[in-house]
């Protein structure tokens, strides 16, 4: 059984121990925020756990969470990204995928495609009536018991 198999088969803590990556924590300047499930793992920040903290601790835990929100988000976005479930390229490609992904989800669309990203105005609420819709009936012959007797 090789070191893939073994990450695969536990869990998150005990994979990154596996795959050595304290040690390649240790070797850069990063912060690492971490869930309540690294804590004691001195390379990364991880919240305070238990009830009847300190308010001082309530906040930390405030402020670890808003730093974090915004890359739990986007890991949730990415599971919905069906390209990213079998990927069929070298795995070493996955974060720029990744980063593209997340590009053309968080663009700001130009001037001119506004009007065409723009969803279209139901004509029942304005008063409108869709002009295809029009034409279809237009097309359809009268029911029978309206058909004048010739």
């Given at each position: 059984?090789?070191?893939g ?21 240790r ?30 601790q ?31 390229c070298?795995?070493?490609?996955a ?39 029009d ?16």
């Amino acid at each position: 059984m090789g070191v893939g198999n073994a990450a695969r088969q536990c869990d998150d803590t005990r994979a990154t121990w596996i795959w050595g990556v304290p040690r390649l924590l240790r070797t850069t300047d990063l912060l690492v925020l971490a869930d309540k499930g690294y804590q004691g793992m001195d390379e990364t920040l991880a919240p305070y756990k238990g009830r009847n903290k300190p308010e001082s601790q309530k906040e930390a835990n405030r402020a670890h969470a808003k730093m974090r929100g915004p890359s739990e988000r986007a890991n949730a976005q990415l599971k919905s990204w069906r390209i990213l479930h079998k990927l069929r390229c070298c795995p070493h490609r996955a974060g720029h995928l990744a980063k593209a992904i997340l590009v053309l989800q968080h663009r700001k669309p130009t001037p001119t495609e506004k009007g065409s990203l723009r969803r279209p105005q139901d004509p029942a609420r304005s008063g409108e009536r869709h002009p295809r819709l029009d034409q279809g009936l237009e097309r359809q012959s009268p029911p029978l018991h309206l058909k004048q007797n010739r």
